[in-house]
């Protein structure tokens, strides 16, 4: 299941460490912090981020390898993962993608190296998610050609900064432009923060946040600024400079164009924690599977001989099962993002210019995966720990820290929740345009089909639909729901219907004269539902892609069976809304239950095969329960 | 919302220190446990633990006010909650419960003042839920009058055992009874393991469980018996004791019945872990509502003016008000539980024997509620950390901890599936009883229940289904879902419905030839959905009657709308099963969807009282978000 990068996957599981993959939940927070740096300095060693920076700084130009790189560190050492994400995707990153030539030069060795270590100054304690309100300021000074970098309130002081507590000695600072009166929005400036003895320089404030709920390894801060004074040259100016004089340009079309197109420049971090969940996520289900594999409790019912293993119980499968089998069909749909990723970003860190629409494109489905992604993450390791018990607790099991060191990426690079709207605003302005664009053909097929929703919508029709949707009574009900022709077809209906009702509502409430606000804050959860079923729509088309392409016969059919799980897992937990529009009758929807319950057991014995298919090395496990 | 307990709440806010609320998980494990044992000894000056014991060795006799102790405790430090849990509710608590007057007067004194620290040594590594296949033995040796304590095989070692790694002298060892040849089942010893030294006795060995997950203020370890001798007075025999010469015997009829009235005594404990979890769930809860009430994020769509607090937001409502609801239920069905556990087992502890019938509906509601409230807490503390962003994430706002802590109790104490499946076969057990001692009557009306009940399942029959359950086209869809009677109804309903379906498929499954283990497993899910219903029924009931019980008329209208929420978010996420037994139709199902949004709304702007009716003392929330 290693996808387009085996060889990447094959070089990093023979070159790091498995010392690496052992629990550090016991060490003090300072004693974790200087082995997670001194870790940082030895992947320094190793060169493998350097597959993300372009030739001119010795770097090897192939983001798809780094976003590998990223996925599969997340197997052994999930602060080191966030710390090398810090300093190499986003401090050193946002350096390569917002700087220019100069900026390059001057400060990518260091940052390679490590000898200059980093942080990435965004977030602020007053505003996160909204990047367009940071209150830091960053005013141009024409007299000395500075820019002075000021936070004017507490709400302007950054937060959640990892590196700022202990290590970083520059920040790459975010902040709202002004020169000559004017404001021209966010950008990014270098700004140097400790000096060489590591305190830090005058007008900044360097503050601990202190114990986290996980990820101890890394050294998160704040940072306040009081007038510190920066060289024109600290602006990163890809996308906007200053002129000696203050006078502002920028290559962009317009202050909005700009704003996106910075902000869509880090793109690549979104996709990595996505990655790096998953590959916590297969761990900890290597460890939950094993030991269900291990474990026996109660005798069998009437029968005599060894105690039942926890994976042959009904409800234990049902815990671990339809986990494993979307763990899988998400790693398929990673595995075509890095991909998509590298062909549109790969051509931008040689120097071209991004394909806007397929930047567009891009950005939409990272958001998505990584929502999808990382509380997928969530629930699985969640349900791991439960599955093993008392075992699970226990540090030297590592699922307590799998789930605390991930818990935080359902927040960061963007909350899951706020995301999954970016992506269904756009979904509906993509469906709007569709029906702008439409040739007479177009409309009378988009009229069909919305027709047809009409009626499925009212609960008259639902014999008509029954009858087009319905198997004849009498016939299996279970065929057809194993036919992945229905299961795409239904996961296509469902995005499609999703959005039609969104654009509806949000129609209606317009007319019946609705304010903006209520508008768009009535349908939140609707926008949330579309934004899903556009993502399992396509994490499942991205799994039968997979499933098509496999040569071997036998693995081919274990994926099908596993593709199978995946869908009517997911069908089963929406089954209320497919009977709600009768796609579904209620005998189906009894029979995607069983459906469910049938393939659990029919994939349990292959459960560890599947895990194997993960290709984590065995002594990067390090789970005491694994080691008898 | 104090419930029958107010003066003892009233009296714990007064007496705990704030300064127990404070963050501890930045404390290495050593340095956690030693404040931890600290604490446990203060909590033994406050003197309130005495309410649970009988009064020759100087207890209160009140088990109620006991178990509201070690809720309220839940509010500030869960480790202390636990460790004083195993201290006195588990160590102390078997001593009272399986021993007799001579264990009492022996131990009891120095137990409760903590001179003598101890363990409950139940769980080993091979064997946790299922309790009756425990491995370690105790065998009679006539020739000396003392029992030989060993461990047969690794899994036989004790495991888990709080107090185990450092602080406990003695243990509470649940160990396989064996005299003149003999096996009778399992009972409990008190087994010194450490000198006054601290060093482990001959034939000790202790082993440390290591850092977990959480609760690390707890010394959980491991323990092995190599053939250790005690004296013939260590049995806690209550329940069975061994002559001198080695003779059996019992008051108790069957061995079966010896064995659940032991672990019977202890249901105490369950009644704890679930009080606990709804403290850390109301703690959370305050935390991340009260974020809410100040965070502001985004502007207002079209609008000037502030931007928009988190609470304002449809998705943050559906995070946090249902889960809010949720939680006042839980607490009410708590209350009660409190008071059924101290009526059955107050006289109990007083002398008197268990009315056998009283304390097997007490178990059976005990288990449900601890299952119900532990995943309750897992999942709702979790969206609070979510809900709070990267603030969540951090200690200091306590979140993190709370999670960690409280992770274990959907563990210990009973796995929460194996406690549900527990529940639905004693109400299978109870519905077949029923059946057969229905009179004529009751006979009619139950063929008439299944008869309306298999006419339901019927597809055919939705129709007619439809005009019985279903409003007049035209009328508010809404108006009888907020109707009690209705919601009562329809959770009766359920109940009845998965029971009898559950007994149906299991009655053909044997019928059909289906072997004993395969007829259990294949039903196991239903078996979970019955209990779940189970619980979820008499959860309602129990707010129904506090409301009914309220005075205060604003109050109790507040309340009324917390409940229809509590439901109606119940019903929504089951409302597939609903569809599919006819009970109510699509657009009745589509209804439910937008009551609870607006539930959510209409609740939205009481949100900080209802957290307030939840009486956790400002100081003990210790938040640093809050403080501002």
Same mark, same amino acid.
């Given at each position: 299941?290693?996808?387009?990068?085996h060889?990447?996957?094959?070089?990093?599981?023979?070159?790091?460490?498995?010392e @690496?993959?052992?629990?550090t939940?016991?060490?003090?927070?300072?004693?974790h912090r200087?082995l #997670?740096?001194?870790?940082l300095?030895?992947?320094?060693?190793?060169?493998?981020?350097?597959?993300g920076?372009?030739?001119?700084?010795?770097?090897?130009?192939?983001?798809?390898?780094q976003?590998v790189?990223?996925?599969?560190?997340g197997?052994?050492?999930?602060?080191?993962?966030?710390?090398?994400?810090?300093q190499?995707?986003?401090f050193?990153?946002?350096?390569?993608a917002?700087?220019t030539?100069?900026?390059?030069r001057?400060h990518?060795?260091?940052?390679?190296?490590?000898?200059l270590l980093?942080?990435?100054?965004? #977030?602020?304690?007053?505003h996160?998610s909204?990047?367009?309100s940071?209150?830091?300021?960053?005013?141009?000074d024409?007299?000395?050609?500075?820019?002075?970098?000021?936070? $004017?309130?507490?709400?302007?002081?950054?937060?959640?900064i990892?590196?700022?507590?202990?290590?970083?000695?520059?920040?790459?600072?975010?902040?709202?432009l002004?020169?000559?009166?004017?404001?021209?929005g966010?950008?990014?400036? @270098? *700004?140097?923060?400790?000096?060489?003895?590591?305190d830090?320089?005058?007008g900044?404030?360097?503050?601990?946040c202190g114990?986290?709920?996980?990820?101890?390894?890394v050294?998160?801060?704040?940072?306040?600024?009081?007038s510190?004074? !920066?060289?024109r040259?600290a602006?990163l100016?890809?996308?906007?400079?200053v002129?000696?004089?203050?006078?502002?340009?920028?290559p962009?079309?317009?202050?909005?164009a700009?704003?996106?197109?910075?902000?869509?420049?880090l793109?690549?971090?979104?996709?990595?924690?996505?990655?790096g969940?998953?590959?916590?996520?297969?761990?900890?289900?290597?460890?939950a599977?094993?030991y269900?594999?291990r474990r026996?409790?109660f005798?069998?019912a009437g029968?005599?001989?060894?105690?039942?293993?926890?994976?042959?119980?009904r409800?234990?499968?049902?815990?671990?099962?339809?986990?494993l089998? #979307?763990t899988?069909a998400?790693?398929?749909?990673?595995?075509?993002?890095?991909?998509?990723?590298?062909?549109?970003?790969n051509? !931008?860190?040689r120097?071209?210019?991004?394909?806007?629409?397929?930047?567009?494109?891009?950005?939409?489905r990272?958001?998505?995966?990584?929502a999808?992604?990382?509380?997928?993450a969530?629930?699985?390791?969640?349900?791991?720990?439960e599955?093993?018990g008392?075992?699970?607790?226990l540090?030297?099991n590592?699922?307590g820290?799998l789930?605390?060191?991930?818990d935080v990426f359902t927040?960061?690079?963007g909350?899951?929740?706020?995301?999954?709207?970016l992506?269904?605003?756009?979904?509906?302005t993509?469906?709007?345009d569709?029906?702008?664009?439409?040739? #007479?053909?177009?409309?009378?097929?988009?009229?069909?089909a919305?027709? !047809?929703?009409?009626?499925?919508s009212?609960?008259?029709?639902?014999q008509?639909?029954?009858?087009?949707?319905?198997?004849?009574?009498g016939?299996?009900?279970?065929?057809?729901?194993?036919?992945?022709?229905?299961q795409?077809?239904?996961?296509?209906?469902?995005e499609?219907r999703?959005?039609?009702?969104?654009?509806?509502?949000?129609?209606?409430?317009?007319?019946?004269?609705?304010?903006a606000?209520?508008?768009?804050n009535d349908?939140q959860?609707?926008?949330? @539902?579309?934004?899903?079923?556009?993502?399992?729509?396509?994490?499942?088309?991205?799994?039968?892609?997979?499933v098509?392409?496999?040569?071997?016969?036998?693995?081919?059919?274990?994926?099908?069976r596993t593709?199978?799980?995946?869908?009517l897992a997911?069908?089963?937990?929406?089954?209320?809304?497919l009977?709600?529009?009768?796609?579904?009758?209620?005998a189906?929807?009894?029979?995607?239950?069983?459906a *469910?319950n049938?393939?659990?057991?029919?994939?349990?014995?292959?459960?560890?095969?599947?895990?194997?298919?993960?290709g984590? $090395?065995?002594?990067? @496990?390090?789970?005491a329960?694994l080691?008898?």
């Open positions: 299941m290693d996808g387009h990068r060889e990447v996957r094959e070089r990093i599981r023979a070159s790091l460490p498995a @690496l993959a052992r629990p939940d016991h060490l003090g927070t300072e004693e200087a #997670t740096t001194q870790r300095r030895a992947l320094a060693a190793l060169g493998d981020h350097l597959d920076f372009s030739a001119d700084v010795g770097g090897r130009e192939d983001i798809g390898a976003t790189d990223f996925e599969m560190l197997h052994v050492d999930l602060s080191l993962t966030i710390k090398s994400g810090v190499w995707g986003l050193a990153g946002a350096i390569q917002l700087g030539e100069r900026h390059r001057a990518l060795p260091g940052a390679l190296d490590g000898s980093g942080c990435f100054a965004m #977030t602020e304690t007053g996160g909204d990047v367009a940071l209150r830091t300021t960053a005013t141009y024409a007299h000395t050609e500075e820019f002075v970098i000021h936070s $004017p309130d507490p709400q302007a002081r950054k937060d959640y990892g590196g700022a507590a202990r290590d970083a000695r520059a920040a790459v600072v975010f902040a709202q002004r020169s000559l009166g004017e404001a021209h966010v950008h990014a400036f @270098l *700004v140097p923060v400790r000096d060489e003895a590591g830090p320089l005058p900044v404030t360097l503050l601990d114990r986290k709920a996980g990820l101890n390894g050294d998160n801060g704040r940072i306040l600024f009081d510190v004074r !920066v060289p040259e602006l100016d890809r996308y906007g400079s002129a000696t004089d203050g006078t502002y340009s920028s962009m079309a317009s202050r909005n700009r704003f996106f197109t910075t902000l869509g420049a793109v690549k971090g979104r996709v990595c924690i996505g990655g969940a998953l590959a916590a996520t297969r761990t900890a289900l290597a460890i599977v094993g269900a594999e026996r409790q005798p069998r029968g005599a001989g060894e105690e039942v293993l926890l994976l042959d119980y409800t234990h499968q049902r815990r671990l099962l339809p986990a089998a #979307t899988v998400l790693g398929f749909a990673q595995d075509e993002l890095t991909e998509q990723l590298h062909e549109v970003q051509p !931008v860190l120097g071209a210019s991004a394909d806007s629409e397929a930047q567009r494109r891009l950005e939409a990272a958001a998505g995966m990584k999808t992604a990382t509380w997928h969530s629930a699985t390791i969640q349900a791991a720990r599955a093993c008392g075992a699970g607790y540090s030297e590592r699922l820290q789930k605390a060191d991930t927040t960061f690079e909350d899951n929740t706020v995301l999954l709207q992506v269904a605003k756009g979904l509906l993509a469906y709007r569709s029906f702008e664009d439409l040739d #007479t053909l177009g409309t009378a097929r988009a009229a069909t919305q027709l !047809v929703a009409t009626l499925a009212r609960t008259q029709a639902r008509l639909v029954g009858r087009i949707t319905e198997v004849a009574p016939r299996d009900e279970t065929a057809e729901l194993l036919d992945r022709e229905w795409l077809r239904t996961l296509q209906w469902r499609r999703v959005l039609e009702t969104l654009a509806t509502r949000m129609r209606r409430a317009k007319k019946a004269g609705a304010d606000f209520t508008i768009s349908v959860d609707h926008l949330v @539902l579309a934004a899903r079923a556009h993502v399992a729509r396509e994490v499942a088309e991205a799994f039968d892609r997979a098509r392409a496999c040569q071997d016969p036998q693995a081919r059919a274990l994926l099908s593709l199978d799980l995946h869908v997911d069908l089963e937990a929406d089954r209320a809304w009977l709600e529009r009768g796609w579904i009758t209620p189906r929807s009894k029979a995607l239950v069983r *469910v049938d393939l659990c057991a029919q994939l349990r014995p292959h459960a560890s095969r599947l895990v194997a298919g993960f984590i $090395p065995d002594e990067w @496990l390090q789970a329960v080691q008898d």
